[in-house]
């Protein structure tokens, strides 16, 4: 690894801690309580910020997401498409996210972020400045693409300690 990719890592890794911190020893029903009408839930919260990061990552590496090939589409039973990651979802999307447990989240997240890991460990930091979508201006690099996963991750992750916050844990 290069001193580019550690820090990648470590701030990847910061994510699976704050998903942990927020899930442990919650239940489904406190996983899917939303503070109001409008607001995320904390399984909402890190289903979504989990499917970023498998979606933008398996965009970079030109695989498959986890969702699918590993099987964790079918075993969260969401009421979704196997490409939908939240983003955009209404509040009636948002509160279909439900019935989740902590072993499920954890389970999902640990293994987008062991692949993450094993991913970043086998490139070199030219590979950082290759460009992985050309639809923006300027067109986005892999190592801007991987940097905006991990604001939104940690940013949702954050939302997701508050909301757990509210309730009281």
Known sequence: MTASTDLLVDAFGRIREAVEEAVTGLGPDELSTRP???ANSIGW???HLTRIQDDHLAG??????LWTSDGWYERFGLPFSADDHGYGHSRKEVAAVKD???ELLTG???AVHDNTVQYLAGIADKDLKRVVDRAWTPPVTMGVRLVSVIADGLQHAG???YVRGLLGY
């Open 108 to 110: 999902y997240h640990e």
């Open 45 to 47: 919260l890190v289903w």
């Open 100 to 102: 989740l447990g902590e």
């Open 36 to 38: 109001e009408e409008d």
């Open 159 to 161: 939302q997701a300690a």
């Open 60 to 65: 970079v590496a030109g695989t498959e997401q």
